[in-house]
Each structure stands twice: as structure tokens, then as C-alpha cells.
């Protein structure tokens, strides 16, 4: 069995069905990340597990226990929201501190909690202040903490980050990463940032319309995507995705196995751009991104665009004539409904 369980979880408001039949289940010290676009669930579901909304229907199971109404500060899981919600008034000390007290722990054990969380979280010399005299990432760190003296079974992340600037973002979800391989915890996270659930996750939940669209490890997701949704929204920029008539060559670079009213995918890496348009098809420069360490090129091909990512620097520009090349060994096809079709 499963350390946390889903079982055809639904929500509905009214007649507006959010969640429309859940199944997952989650092993013990796991890192689960649940992403997808606005209004997918992906925080409805999260607070359905939390018991901050009541589940309509279907069974939650925690570590072999049915918490379906189990009332939420019954369920041995702890909750780090994306606003902080620490208390101005109280030292970091106290907010870290305050679940304890109400749980009427002994003295003399609430300080060894306090402490060795905020040893783990760089917070020690930090205890004495109020939250305003604390950095945004400090404050969130703070709210880390106070889950964290709790001992859960659960750690339960909405979009902890989204209120830092992108700095303290990339430091946090390191922070993060390492407190989860630290301390072993089961967690589940909610983000929109595929970044964040690519570097963060195990397994990483795909969420669409209120239904799983797949679950997989990072690399799973972004190498053999089941759809073209989920093809699209891993990997930043987007998979680029062709109708099987945008360009007559497309099945000659598939064998013929790409369906007349399919899809054809291939992720930015797997185009490459020339100089002049002697090789492969022709087409011309619409924008070039220069970010550093990769390049981003925008290719008109015969009115489709296209996007490649390289790692060399560029000196193409807007309007330049290009030959553009698509490795046949990376091409994802998918059927007219948009599911993957098996590799050849």
C-alpha cells in the first residue's frame, strides 16, 4: 500500500466540478510536484489533501489511516502557504514555536525543535526578530520552519515561492531541495513554474481540467510526453508542433508513419539553423534571443515557426535567410486527438 493514497478524489462547487476523479498514490519520502495552468486544481487538489476543503467524493488514505474527514489539524501534515502567513508581532521564535505551544509540548522540547530547525534553515541568529525585519526569503524560510518543528508524515507546499524576486527564487528551491533530502519527508508541491517542478520533482504530476494528464519522473515527462498537452507545457520554450500538411517533408522524415491529420513535435534542441540557405528547408529569421549560455532563433519555415535552441552564439538578425535541419532521431508523433504515438 501506498503511504498517501487517492482514490477517484472529486470537488465540486455547486454544479461546477473542479476535480472530476483523482487517482494517485504516493510513496513514502517522495518529492511530488503538481503543475499545470491556472485553473487545472493543482491548489484545489493540494487543499482537498490538507482537509482545508471537504472532499465530495473518494477515499484518502495517510500511512494505511482513512483522513477522507479527518479534520485537518487531525491529519499529521503541515501546510507552507505562498503568503507566509507568519505573525507580524511575534519573533521568529514564537512562529515557529506557536503549533507546539497550542499542542501544550514541554518547554525545554520546543526550544530543541525551534533550534535544530533553524540550524537546518541558516535561521539561528535570526530567532529574536519579527518578521518585517526580515528578507522575503527569510520570512518563507520561517514558515518552512514552522512545518518542519511539527515532525509530519506530509509536507504540503502552494507555490511557496511565487512572492520572491528570481534570485531569491532559485536560491530558495535549492534550500528546499536540499532540507527535502535532509530530512527524508514525504512532500508534495504545487507550482506553475515547470522549472521549479523539473529541478524539485521524483515524480511530477501533470494536471489539466481538473483530470491527470500523466505522472512520470522530469526527464520521462519531457522525453516520452503522452500527449501534446503535456508535450507543450514541459520544457521551456514549448515543444514546437507542426500539422502533418505544414511542410511535405515531415513524412519523409518519419518513414510515413506520421498520420495525414497528425502532429508532428520536436523540441527546440532538435533544430538546427544554418547560414544561407543551402541546407535543409529555407527559411528566414523572425527574432533571436541571446541568453548567454543557449541562443533561442525564430525561423519562419514556409509560414510555420519554428524555434531552435543552440548553445553557440549567433550573428544572424532579423530577416536573414536561413536552412533549417529537424533531427528525425527526437521527432514525437501524435495522432489526430493529440495522443503520443508509439516509437518506431
Known sequence: MAFLELRDIRKSFGDAHIIKGVDLAIEK?????????????????????????????????????????????????????????????????????????LARVPADEIRRKVEAAADKLN?????????????????????????IVRAPKVFLF????????????????????????????TTI???HDQVEAMTLADRVVVLK?????????PLELYDRPVNQFVAQFIGMPSMNMLPAGALPVLSELTGGRLPQDGYLGVRPEGVRVH???????PGRVDLVE???????????????????????RTSLAHGDAVGVEIDPAVLHLFNREGRALPAA
Open 29 to 101: 519520502g517522495e518529492f511530488i510536484v503538481f503543475v499545470g495552468p491556472s485553473g487545472c486544481g493543482k491548489s484545489t487538489l493540494l487543499r482537498l489533501i490538507a482537509g482545508l476543503e471537504p472532499i465530495t467524493s473518494g477515499t484518502l488514505m495517510l500511512d494505511g489511516r482513512d483522513i477522507t474527514h479527518a479534520p485537518s489539524g487531525k491529519r499529521d501534515l503541515a501546510m507552507v502557504f505562498q503568503s507566509y502567513a507568519l505573525y507580524p508581532h511575534m519573533s521568529v521564535f514564537d512562529n515557529m514555536s506557536f503549533a507546539l505551544k
Open 123 to 147: 535561521l539561528s541568529s535570526y530567532l529574536q526578530r519579527t518578521p518585517r525585519e526580515l528578507s522575503g526569503g527569510q520570512r518563507q524560510r520561517v514558515a518552512i520552519g514552522r512545518a
Open 158 to 185: 502552494d507555490e511557496p515561492l511565487s512572492n520572491l524576486d528570481a534570485a531569491l527564487r532559485g536560491n530558495t528551491r535549492v534550500e528546499i531541495k536540499k532540507l527535502h533530502e535532509s530530512l527524508g519527508a
Open 189 to 191: 508541491y504545487v507550482t
Open 209 to 217: 481540467d481538473g483530470l491527470i494528464e500523466q505522472v512520470g519522473s
Open 275 to 281: 547560414a544561407g540557405a543551402g541546407a535543409g528547408l
Open 290 to 312: 541571446a541568453l548567454g549560455s543557449d541562443t533561442l532563433i525564430h525561423v519562419d519555415v514556409a509560414g510555420r515557426m519554428l524555434i531552435a535552441r543552440q548553445n553557440e
